[in-house]
C-alpha cells in the first residue's frame, strides 16, 4: 500500500500596491481512506492509523473507533471517555507546545530542556501510560515546572518578562498587518450533525472543501477562544493568535491538574447515523477532527471518510483568505513576515510555501 500523498499547501498572495488583493491557495491532496480501506477489518486499521497521521495520531484514534462504536451502536463506558479525552487533551497540549517552541524560537539550555520534559511528561498522560493517580500526578507537576521555566504561568496569558516567548512577542509589531473588518465564523460541536451527515453522504467531494450551506467557519486556537469568551473581538491579528496559543497551554495544563474527568469545549463526541453508520469529532490541537464510516455485518469497512481542520482554515474561501484580502501591509520584508507569522498561526497538519505577486502579474 502506498501512503505517498501531495503533503504541502501552497498560499500565493497577490498585492495591489501595499494592499492584498486576493489570496490563492493550492490545497493538500488527502488519502482516499474508503479506496483505501475498503474490504478490510475494523480492527485492522487500528495499527495503520498512527503511521497514516502521524500528527495527532491519539485524535484520529479516539474518531476512529469512537465512530465505529456508533456504527455498531454500542455504548462507550464512561472510564474509557474520560480516558480518551485526557489522551486528546494531553495530545493537543504537546502539539501546542511544539508550534511554539520548535523551530520557531532560539532556547537557551534550560528552555529546551524544558520543552523536552514537558513533551514527555504529556505522552505518558496520552498515551494511558499513567494509570495510576501517583503517575499522573507526577506527570502534571513535571509538566508545571517546566511551564515556569518556560515563562507560561498557569493562570494567565501573558508570559514571563524576560522569556523565549516574551522576547518573541514583543517582535510582533502591530501596523505590519492591518487587516479590515470582516465577518468571522466558527465551527462547534452545533455544526456537527450537518458536518458527519454531509461527510457520509457526498465523502471527498465535501471533505476536500467543506462548507455549511455557504458558511467556511474557522476552527482552532482561536475558535476555541472566541466560543469561551465572546466579548473577544472575533478578528484577530498574529499577536493576539500568538498570546491565545499560550492562554490554551496555560488552560489546558490546569484542565490536566484537576483531574476530574469531566469534558471540556465537547473534546470528544459521537454520532449513530443508521445501521452499520457512525460518526464522531474531536477537538484535537488545531481544531475539530471529524470521522465517518459505515461498516458491514462481517465487521468490515464499507466506506471511511474524515475531514481535518486543515481543510475549513485554508479553503480557497475560508478564514485564512478572509483574514488576508483586503489587509494593509507594511513595505517590504516587515510586511511579508507578518503574513507568514499569521498563515502560521493557522496551524496547518502539513508544511505549506508562501509566495508574493502583485496582482497585474498573476
Known amino acids: 500500500m502506498s501512503l505517498a500523498f501531495r503533503n504541502e499547501i501552497d498560499v500565493t498572495v497577490l498585492l495591489a500596491g501595499g494592499t492584498i488583493a486576493d489570496v490563492a491557495i493550492l490545497p493538500r ?54 480516558r480518551r479525552v485526557a489522551g486528546v487533551v494531553a495530545e493537543r497540549l504537546t502539539e501546542l507546545l511544539r508550534g511554539l517552541f520548535v523551530g520557531r524560537l532560539t532556547l537557551d539550555g534550560a528552555g529546551a530542556a524544558a520543552v523536552r520534559s514537558m513533551m514527555q511528561a504529556s505522552a505518558v498522560l496520552g498515551g494511558g501510560i499513567a494509570e495510576s493517580g501517583r503517575s499522573r500526578l507526577d506527570a502534571v507537576s513535571q509538566i508545571k515546572a517546566a ?15 524576560g522569556s523565549a516567548l516574551a522576547t518573541h512577542l514583543a517582535t510582533f509589531v502591530d501596523d505590519a498587518l492591518l487587516p ?75 484542565w490536566l491538574e484537576a483531574g476530574d474527568g469531566a469534558a471540556e469545549d465537547s473534546v470528544v463526541e459521537r454520532y449513530r447515523l443508521g445501521d452499520g453508520k457512525g460518526a464522531a469529532a474531536v477537538e484535537c490541537a488545531r481544531g475539530r477532527l471529524y470521522h465517518a464510516v459505515e461498516i458491514d455485518d462481517d465487521d468490515r469497512i464499507v466506506r ?10 485554508f479553503h480557497a474561501r475560508g478564514p485564512l483568505v478572509r483574514s488576508l484580502q483586503g489587509s494593509v501591509l507594511a513595505a517590504g520584508r516587515q510586511g511579508h513576515d507578518a503574513v507568514r507569522t499569521l498563515v502560521s498561526s493557522f496551524d496547518p497538519c502539513v508544511a505549506f510555501s508562501l509566495s508574493f505577486r502583485e496582482a497585474g502579474h498573476a
Do not use: Y
Not at 54 to 81: N, P
Not at 147 to 161: K, N, S, V
Not at 304 to 313: G, K, V
Open 147 to 161: 511551564l515556569m521555566t518556560l515563562g507560561i504561568a498557569t493562570d494567565g496569558e501573558a508570559p514571563a518578562p
Open 29 to 82: 491532496s488527502r488519502p482516499p481512506l474508503t479506496r483505501l480501506f475498503a474490504g478490510k477489518p475494523v480492527a485492522s486499521l487500528l495499527s495503520v492509523l498512527p503511521r497514516l497521521f502521524s500528527l495527532c495520531s491519539v485524535a484520529h484514534q479516539v474518531a476512529f473507533l469512537s465512530a465505529v462504536e456508533a456504527a455498531r451502536g454500542e455504548d462507550t463506558g464512561r472510564e474509557t471517555v474520560q
Open 180 to 254: 479590515p473588518a470582516a465577518d468571522q465564523s466558527f465551527l462547534s460541536a452545533a455544526d456537527d450533525l450537518d458536518v458527519v451527515t454531509r461527510l457520509l453522504a457526498d465523502g471527498a467531494a465535501f471533505a476536500d472543501a467543506p462548507d455549511l450551506r455557504g458558511r467556511i467557519p474557522e476552527t482552532g486556537v482561536w475558535a476555541r477562544r472566541v466560543r469561551r469568551e465572546p466579548a473577544v473581538s472575533p478578528g484577530a491579528g498574529p499577536a493576539e493568535r500568538f498570546k491565545a496559543r499560550i492562554a490554551e497551554v496555560a488552560r489546558l495544563c490546569a
Open 304 to 313: 471511511f471518510e474524515f475531514l481535518a481542520p486543515t481543510e475549513w482554515n
